[in-house]
């Protein structure tokens, strides 16, 4: 199993920075990916940034320019530094982990998710 424990969070006003962090433990493989999801309310969950363990980015349109993914030299912990916030990207905020496993001899995908963190933006 994977666990995924998150920090960060809070309340900003508009134009604000907020880092999240999030660290990964348990039986996780050397190839994964980990990112950030969220989930404002009435909507469905959306990617926000990914980062690979080979260190490949990617990031979602909305947040180019203003939030920055990164993970540590050990590759368990990945931070999503948030800069230039806006009241929109106001919601509860989920890392991921997803990784290849194999089961009954099986290649199959697995998605760990953390609990969630709120993240609001005052205007």
């Known amino acids: 199993q994977v666990q995924l424990v998150e920090s960060g969070g809070g309340l900003v006003q508009t134009g604000g920075s907020l880092t999240l962090s999030c660290a990964a433990s348990g039986n996780i493989s050397r190839s994964n990916d980990m990112g950030w999801y969220r989930q404002a309310p009435g909507k469905e969950r959306e990617l926000v940034a990914v980062?690979?363990?080979?260190?490949?980015?990617n990031s979602a349109e909305f947040v180019k320019g203003r939030f920055t993914i990164s993970r540590t030299n050990n590759k368990k912990t990945v931070t999503l530094q948030m800069n230039s916030l806006k009241p929109e990207d106001t919601a509860v905020y989920y890392c991921?982990?997803?990784?290849?496993?194999?089961?009954?001899?099986?290649?199959?995908?697995?998605?760990?998710w953390g609990q969630g963190t709120q993240v609001t933006v005052s205007s």
């Open positions: 991921n982990l997803q990784q290849i496993v194999v089961v009954g001899g099986r290649r199959g995908v697995s998605d760990s």
């Open positions: 980062v690979s363990s080979s260190g490949l980015a």
